[in-house]
T-cell receptor, first 113, second 112 residues
Framework: QQPVQSPQAVILREGEDAVINCSSSKALYSVHWYRQKHGEAPVFLMI?????EQKGHDKISASFNEKKQQSSLYLTASQLSYSGTYFC??????????????FGQGTTLQVKP | EAQVTQNPRYLITVTGKKLTVTCSQNMNHEYMSWYRQDPGLGLRQIYY???????DKGDVPEGYKVSRKEKRNFPLILESPSPNQTSLYFCASSLRQNTEAFFGQGTRLTVV
């Protein structure tokens, strides 16, 4: 039931782009994205609700494809500050209003100068 | 300052000795949740609460209890801790479900 994130790890040079995928075996109500730096608490990036929406702020955006039961996080022109572990959290359709949230195992992103 | 406060930040205890990890938020949020984080497993939800006196099991509730008697507080109780509960624990709150969550700084628990 845990969503699967891919890749597990990625190393980039500053300015390069990256895509992190989050796939579920169940129909989804919402997808949540968080970034966690080493030794710190997770920090909110964005939430996408069913309806196939796309969101973005600054150079980080995400899409949610209900039919494919997956979401993708896009990081463009990466900066050193983007380094960290990215988690997607999913609420399953039917339990979306209950608050139950299941996170993927995380994708570690390292941006080098 | 808007924040989620967990205490203690670090705790070493022995098997079977009851303990409570406190969580408090000052943002008048309805939704609160507890997670444990273990290497390679990501964040796993233990319990969540939609409002005062409303709590429900997350993905890994076994061995834990919670209560929500006041809106601001959501303590996590381990009645009889075991070594497999050694983990990093996070409390989080949000205005309601499916909105931005604010995480506490974490509690690193070691059960020996």
């Amino acid at each position: 039931q845990q969503p699967v994130q891919s890749p597990q790890a990625v190393i980039l040079r500053e300015g390069e782009d990256a895509v992190i995928n989050c796939s579920s075996s169940k129909a989804l109500y919402s997808v949540h994205w968080y970034r966690q730096k080493h030794g710190e608490a997770p920090v909110f990036l964005m939430i996408l609700l069913k309806g196939g929406e796309q969101k973005g702020h600054d150079k980080i955006s995400a899409s949610f494809n209900e039919k494919k039961q997956q979401s993708s996080l896009y990081l463009t022109a990466s900066q050193l500050s983007y380094s960290g572990t990215y988690f997607c959290g999913t609420s399953v359709l039917g339990s979306g209003n209950t608050g139950k949230l299941i996170f993927g195992q995380g994708t570690t992103l390292q941006v080098k100068p | 300052e808007a924040q989620v406060t967990q205490n203690p930040r670090y705790l070493i205890t022995v098997t079977g000795k009851k303990l409570t990890v406190t969580c408090s938020q000052n943002m008048n949020h309805e939704y609160m949740s507890w997670y444990r984080q273990d290497p390679g497993l990501g964040l796993r939800q233990i319990y969540y609460s939609m409002n005062v006196e409303v709590t429900d099991k997350g993905d890994v509730p076994e061995g834990y209890k919670v209560s929500r008697k006041e809106k601001r507080n959501f303590p996590l109780i381990l009645e009889s801790p075991s070594p497999n509960q050694t983990s990093l624990y996070f409390c989080a709150s949000s205005l309601r479900q499916n909105t931005e969550a604010f995480f506490g700084q974490g509690t690193r628990l070691t059960v020996v």
